[in-house]
């Protein structure tokens, strides 16, 4: 039973345009969602989170939706750098714990 | 701060031996938590704990499977016996009480692979 989902193992996108990272979730006890950002062969680094109560979180050229009603967390980043390249997971948070999507592979083309 | 720190970075093991995998988490966490990342099931929670007590193991796949904490600045998670099916990443995170968002902090991994 996934609790979190993220169905698009991969993305591909040019420098300088918008990324966009989908995940959705079944389950409203989560009051914490977060983005985590993972390189090959490194832990995943926190990137960006929000809360149950608002709707949007922008931290630079990256801003995390929440749409509560349709479950649905998303993440943009804009413009788009070849450095943003990394594997993206979406974490949900109840009781201090996270629960993980299984991740996205973003490729930012040059 | 030196962040959380795991070793050894890479374990090459035989079927039926013993793994010990060690993480020192950050100064002043008081949650530990170790996870397993496989292609298969992705990054899943095997254990964490609350000062230095296991709270919830419910994710620890066998009896093979044992973490301790004995203190506030080292964990370890055993495996005995190892079997191929052990090889993964695994990681160990922490993060405090007061951190309002649940963020963790991983350390680096290490890659465990049995044959």
């Known amino acids: 039973d996934q609790q979190v989902k993220q169905n698009s193992p991969s993305l591909s996108v040019q420098e300088g345009r918008i990324s966009i990272l989908n995940c959705d979730y079944t389950?409203?006890?989560?009051?914490?969602f977060l983005w985590y950002k993972k390189y090959p062969a490194e832990g995943p680094t926190f990137l960006i989170s929000?809360?149950?109560?608002?709707d949007k979180n922008e931290d630079g050229r990256f801003t995390v939706f929440l749409n509560k009603s349709a479950k649905h967390l998303s993440l943009h980043i804009v413009p788009s750098q070849p450095g943003d390249s990394a594997v993206y997971f979406c974490?949900?948070?109840?009781?201090?714990?996270?629960?993980f999507g299984s991740g996205t592979q973003l490729t930012v083309l040059p | 701060d030196a962040g959380v720190i795991q070793s050894p970075r890479h374990e090459v093991t035989e079927m039926g031996q013993e793994v010990t995998l060690r993480c020192k988490p950050i100064?002043?966490?008081?949650?530990l938590f170790w996870y397993r990342q496989t292609m298969m099931r992705g990054l899943e929670l095997l254990i964490y704990?609350?000062?230095?007590?296991?709270?919830?193991d419910s994710g620890m796949p066998e009896d093979r499977f044992s973490a301790k904490m004995p203190n506030a600045s080292f964990s370890t998670l055993k495996i005995q016996p190892s079997e191929p099916r052990d090889s993964a990443v695994y990681f160990c995170?922490?993060?405090?009480?007061?951190?309002?968002?649940?963020?963790?902090?991983f350390g680096p991994g290490t890659r465990l692979t049995v044959t």
């Open positions: 995170a922490s993060s405090f009480a007061f951190q309002g968002n649940y963020e963790q902090y």
């Open positions: 389950n409203s006890m989560f009051d914490y």
């Open positions: 929000i809360s149950s109560i608002k």
């Open positions: 974490a949900l948070g109840s009781a201090r714990q996270l629960t």
């Open positions: 100064s002043g966490h008081d949650y």
């Open positions: 704990f609350n000062n230095n007590v296991p709270i919830d």
